[in-house]
């Protein structure tokens, strides 16, 4: 018969999320996250395979409380979903149950060659997130929600920025409040928000 392991297994994984979030992947060693996990090496290696995968199965637990893949899926319009996510990551960012920021915008930010694909994992997350964006301003410009003239591209991207933007500032100690005002103002950008720009902010270029 197997032997039972002799620990909470989501307890721990919640503990090396914890790990990589606040040091990052490269940063994190197996040393530190089974002194921080209360087990050995050889149980973590049982359990999790090796450091690159219980980095894998981290990310994916951290995902399933992603509030922008939630609010695209919930939010009636682009601008409503965007303002969601912008408010949202005002609050996750300077939350102090957890270090500050998101684990996908920071945690393989310096890492070696030979961490090369954990940094294009995260960037691939990243880029996919952009693109869902980018397909939502695209269907409302579509239905005639946004002006024509709009670039579903440069917007995403405008937000995307925006939004890492808000993670970086969150590590450098910026507030909750901080952090709200630049959701405020990044929001004046939204095609036709202001007076008199139907061509505004990020549409196209008429020329």
């Given at each position: 018969?197997?032997?039972?392991?002799?620990?909470?297994?989501?307890?721990?994984?919640?503990?090396?999320?914890?790990?990589?979030?606040?040091?990052?992947?490269?940063?994190?060693?197996?040393?530190?996250?089974?002194?921080?996990?209360?087990?050995?090496?050889?149980?973590?290696?049982?359990?999790?395979?090796?450091?690159?995968?219980?980095?894998?199965?981290?990310?994916?637990?951290?995902?399933?409380?992603?509030?922008?893949?939630?609010?695209?899926?919930?939010?009636?319009?682009?601008?409503?979903?965007?303002?969601?996510?912008?408010?949202?990551?005002?609050?996750?960012?300077?939350?102090?149950?957890?270090?500050?920021?998101?684990?996908?915008?920071?945690?393989?930010?310096?890492?070696?060659?030979?961490?090369?694909?954990?940094?294009?994992?995260?960037?691939?997350?990243?880029?996919?997130?952009?693109?869902?964006?980018?397909?939502?301003?695209?269907?409302?410009v579509a239905a005639?929600?946004?002006?024509?003239?709009?670039?579903?591209?440069?917007?995403?991207?405008?937000?995307?920025?925006?939004i890492q933007g808000?993670?970086?500032?969150?590590?450098?100690?910026?507030?909750?409040?901080?952090?709200?005002?630049?959701?405020?103002?990044?929001?004046?950008?939204?095609?036709?928000?202001?007076?008199?720009?139907?061509?505004?902010?990020?549409?196209?270029?008429?020329?």
């Amino acid at each position: 018969m197997s032997r039972k392991r002799a620990f909470d297994r989501d307890a721990v994984l919640e503990i090396a999320l914890l790990e990589f979030w606040r040091h990052g992947y490269e940063a994190t060693s197996i040393a530190s996250l089974t002194a921080a996990m209360g087990i050995r090496p050889p149980s973590l290696y049982a359990a999790f395979g090796d450091k690159r995968h219980l980095f894998e199965e981290v990310v994916q637990r951290y995902r399933r409380h992603d509030f922008s893949a939630r609010a695209l899926a919930e939010e009636p319009t682009a601008r409503a979903a965007i303002a969601r996510m912008l408010r949202e990551a005002a609050i996750n960012y300077t939350d102090s149950r957890h270090p500050p920021g998101c684990l996908v915008f920071s945690a393989a930010v310096n890492v070696g060659p030979e961490s090369a694909d954990v940094r294009e994992a995260m960037r691939g997350i990243r880029e996919g997130a952009k693109a869902a964006i980018a397909a939502f301003i695209a269907s409302d410009v579509a239905a005639g929600r946004l002006p024509e003239g709009t670039d579903p591209g440069a917007l995403a991207l405008f937000y995307a920025a925006t939004i890492q933007g808000m993670s970086d500032q969150a590590r450098d100690g910026a507030t909750r409040r901080d952090l709200e005002r630049v959701a405020e103002l990044a929001m004046l950008a939204w095609p036709g928000e202001r007076e008199g720009t139907p061509d505004g902010p990020l549409g196209r270029d008429p020329g």
